[in-house]
């Protein structure tokens, strides 16, 4: 708009005139026309300031009028005139949403109060925004601590919500960490150290409510335990941190129990067993038996090899059960265990790939202990050694992608770097802080401690990669660039080159020492992924898990004196219990055998086995086996072959009530031998000899026993055959006379009709008679018999025709051979006693009558 003003105003050129108009001349009308444009460029000017003192004001526009070292503050919307010559700002309101706030300072009275969102206002004339930000979303199980890192102060504000922080939580040396709650649950117990106290103290559902555990500014959580179950054939011993030990056994649990939740009354008690969570600093007592549960593969000889004991020292071994099973994906260049360090030689064996180390120690002493002072909940075997220790690990380092894995705490008093390089390169501890890092320009905070209380060991895993994934401690990614910790710098070659140290060294840097113990340093010349960081955070994990809960027993070797290994026991089988054997033996007539079998045995009384011997299954097998021995010696082999099972019977009974069972608290149940096994040549050829003699008659007797069942069954079968026959002839000859009695009565009754016809026929025509009816019907019998014969004569074409009563016929025979005739019967002296005819017709006549 001033523009077209401007544009619209005369020029000089528009007031000269060549004619000199009203006697003017040029020289004049420029002198005129100069005045002219100044008098409008005066009013031009004139009339922009007047322009420029109105303002016109938006909703959120805010002015603030400067008048002397007073200021006043016109807000929007409206419009007003400011005098060009006054001071003023625009600016705009403050509008914050819901997940926002704003520090608000009052640069008049230097005082600070936070505005939290969602709002929308003009601020006061003497107020500015110091400091903005977005809300902390704070879930059901999470929380914030605030840490005041110069007076030691702390705030647990505990989620769900939209955190804020106060003015008082905002200050330059303040630490705010947003850490996730601890779940507590029925098999979930918690370790809490008060900071006051340093007193440690377990929180279970015993005493507070299931879900998120909260601590307080005044407590810390250790770690988290998980509850023991012992089952009723189980029993575990205990012992705490005053080497005080506790029989927890599932048949017969002590009346109280510290963390234990339920009622372990006998009445309570119908299934046995107990559950119960670890009290601090008390852990599993793992003691070392020798296992026989497997049938061994070696034979035992008759004597055992002695144990030689040297008098050099050996070479310490890490015997961590967890170290020992570790299997890695990639094989890291170095992995230094405390436990394989010896302190008489200086050789720190490197499980690694690469050499091992020697010479270490450039000033002070270092010992192997898992005692140090401060002690931590889990008490892992370290290298201990003090502020005046010098350990030189040397270029372990050596490329410029790498990897290192430690387990380091603090012991005492001076605390500033533990793993350190040159240049401020420090790992874990630095300067005086647990749980962070100084990798050249990659860093973490260092306001504060990240692992508390700062005696805790501190597992952590840091990488040449970007943040945050380049430091790992536990599941927390802390890693941070230089342009988070330090803004507005860049990055140099000096600070990259520096990121990785030349050299290691424990106590390197007299500006940085400390006392300390190491117990683990794993490097990989490579920079692992992020899976493969998480598999080395959880072998970590997993060691201060398996010293935070079990002891291992003392004077306990990896094998037994048979040379069997040893397995880990921590709940002790109240349970009949198999071992088994094999060794040699010779009898009473010096033979040698090899025997096989298994015992049998139980713990009745833990506390007593424990309290008088390390191994109980090695003394029950090395028992046993003097037992078998000795009664083996006391047979011939040729009495021992059919009597084995006899002489394992007697030997148990002569040694099952031993004090050497008693006073150990076990009990011999049985002894077994499977099988036994000569060794000489001679008695092997003599027995295999047997063997095949027995076999021989056997299949004899096999064969005699066949062919006689054979014969059996034949001769059975013939017996059946014939008793079917005779009971066919039984059953034949019955069927034939009952068919006789229906035949003769049949014939008999029609007879009989006949008879009583004829003599009814008789007295009807010879009333009278005096002869008898009967000899009547004898007489007409007769002739009915004589008047048949005569028929069978004449029809049967005869050639002779004899009588008795008509032919006188004398034979006339050899001398000497003259028959003997019978004698004259009655019957035969009767003329009609013999009829000519067949006989079959006469006594068929004869059974007629």
């Not at 990798?439 to 945050?468: F, K, L």
Request: glycine share 6%; hydrophobic share 40%; aromatic share 8%.
């Amino acid at each position: 708009m001033l523009w077209s003003i401007w544009r619209s105003l005369p020029r000089l050129d528009d007031y000269i005139d060549e004619d000199e108009p009203f006697g003017f001349s040029e020289s004049m009308q420029i002198g005129f026309a100069g005045c002219c444009c100044c008098f409008n460029l005066a009013s031009f000017i004139a009339f922009a300031i007047v322009i420029g003192g109105f303002r016109n004001l938006l909703p959120e526009d805010q002015l603030i009028v400067y008048k002397g070292r007073e200021r006043t503050a016109v807000n929007g919307p409206g419009s007003l005139y400011v005098s060009v010559t006054t001071k003023t700002t625009m600016r705009k309101a403050l509008k914050l949403d819901a997940t926002e706030w704003a520090t608000i300072r009052d640069t008049k009275t230097n005082q600070y109060y936070v505005k939290s969102g969602p709002i929308f206002e003009h601020l006061g004339p003497w107020e500015d925004v110091f400091r903005n930000g977005s809300k902390t979303r704070l879930a059901y199980d999470e929380f914030v601590r605030i840490i005041d890192v110069f007076t030691g102060v702390e705030k647990i504000i505990r989620g769900p919500q939209l955190f804020t922080p106060n003015v008082s939580d905002q200050g330059p040396r303040t630490h705010i960490v947003v850490e996730k709650a601890l779940m507590l649950t029925k098999e979930v117990g918690i370790i809490v150290r008060d900071r006051s106290t340093a007193e440690m103290t377990l929180t279970s559902t015993c005493s507070e409510t299931p879900g998120p555990f909260f601590p307080t500014p005044t407590r810390d959580i250790v770690e988290t335990r998980k509850r023991l179950h012992v089952a009723p054939h189980e029993a575990v011993l205990v012992q705490d941190i005053d080497g005080k030990t506790k029989m927890m056994n599932g048949a017969n649990p002590p009346a109280t129990i510290e963390g234990n939740c339920d009622n372990t009354s006998a009445a309570n008690q119908d299934a046995g067993g107990v559950a119960f969570f670890l009290p601090p600093l008390s852990r599993v007592v793992r003691m070392k038996w020798s296992d026989y549960s497997k049938p061994p593969e070696n034979v035992v000889g008759l004597t055992t090899t002695p144990v030689v004991t040297s008098t050099t020292r050996r070479r310490r071994s890490s015997r961590s059960r967890v170290v020992l099973a570790q299997e890695w994906d990639i094989k890291p260049k170095t992995w230094l265990v405390a436990g394989d360090y010896d302190t008489t030689t200086g050789l720190w064996v490197n499980r690694g790939t690469g050499a091992n180390l020697t010479n270490i120690v450039r000033a002070g002493s270092v010992t192997v202990s898992a005692t140090a002072a401060n002690a931590p909940t889990a008490q892992l075997m370290a290298l201990v050694g003090a502020a005046s220790t010098k350990l030189e690990l040397g270029n372990l380092i050596s490329s410029s992608k790498w990897t290192i894995c430690s387990l380091t705490r603090y012991t005492g008093g001076a605390k500033r770097s533990i793993i350190a390089g040159p240049y401020g390169w420090a790992h874990g501890h630095y300067a005086g802080f647990a749980g962070v890092a100084r990798y050249g320009y990659n860093r973490t905070d260092m306001i504060a401690d990240i692992v508390r209380p700062d005696t805790e060991w501190v597992p952590m895993c840091g990488t040449s990669g970007s943040a945050p994934e380049n430091v790992v401690l536990y599941d927390e990614k802390l890693g941070k660039d230089r342009g988070e910790s330090f803004p507005n710098t860049t990055v140099t070659e000096t600070d990259i080159a520096r990121s990785r140290p030349n050299t290691v060294y424990v106590n390197g840097d007299p500006r940085h020492v400390s006392d300390f113990a190491i117990a683990e340093i794993i490097v990989w010349n490579e920079q692992l992924k992020s899976d493969e960081v998480a598999e080395a955070m959880d072998y970590l994990r997993a060691r201060l898990l398996d010293a935070s809960t079990y002891i291992d027993q003392a004077g306990s070797d990896e094998f037994s004196l048979s040379g069997v290994e040893k397995k880990d026991v921590t709940n002790i089988d109240l349970r009949t219990q198999k071992s088994f054997f094999k060794f040699q033996a010779r009898t009473g007539d010096n033979v040698r055998m090899v025997l096989e079998g298994s015992v049998f045995w139980q713990v009745e009384d833990p506390a007593k086995t424990l309290a008088t011997t390390a191994d109980p299954e090695g003394d029950v097998w090395s028992k046993a086996r003097s037992i078998i021995l000795e009664a083996v010696s006391s047979v011939a082999f040729k009495d021992f072959l059919s009597t084995s099972s006899d002489v394992m019977v007697q030997a148990f009974e002569n040694n099952r009530n031993l004090t050497f069972w008693t006073e150990r608290g076990l009990r011999l149940v049985s002894l077994e031998l499977a099988q036994f096994d000569p060794t000489d040549a001679k008695t092997i050829a003599d027995l295999r000899s047997i063997i095949a003699q027995k076999v021989a008659r056997i299949v004899k007797l096999t064969k005699q026993t066949s062919d006689s069942e054979v014969r059996k069954i034949a001769i059975d079968a013939d017996i059946a055959l014939e008793s079917n026959r005779t009971a066919l002839i039984e059953v034949k000859a019955e069927n034939d006379r009952l068919e006789a009695e229906t035949r003769g009565a049949t014939e008999g009754g029609r007879k009989a009709q006949g008879v009583a016809a004829f003599l009814t026929g008789l007295a009807t025509l010879f009333p009278g008679s005096p002869v008898p009816p009967v000899e009547l019907y004898e007489h007409y019998i007769i002739l009915r018999s004589l008047e048949k014969q005569a028929k069978t004569l004449f029809n049967g074409r005869p050639n002779i025709f004899i009588t008795s009563n008509v032919t006188n016929i004398s034979l006339l025979l050899p001398a000497g051979e003259a028959p003997a005739l019978p004698p004259p019967s009655a019957a035969s002296a009767t003329p009609q006693s013999r009829m000519l005819g067949p006989p079959s017709a006469v006594e068929g006549e004869e059974e007629e009558l």
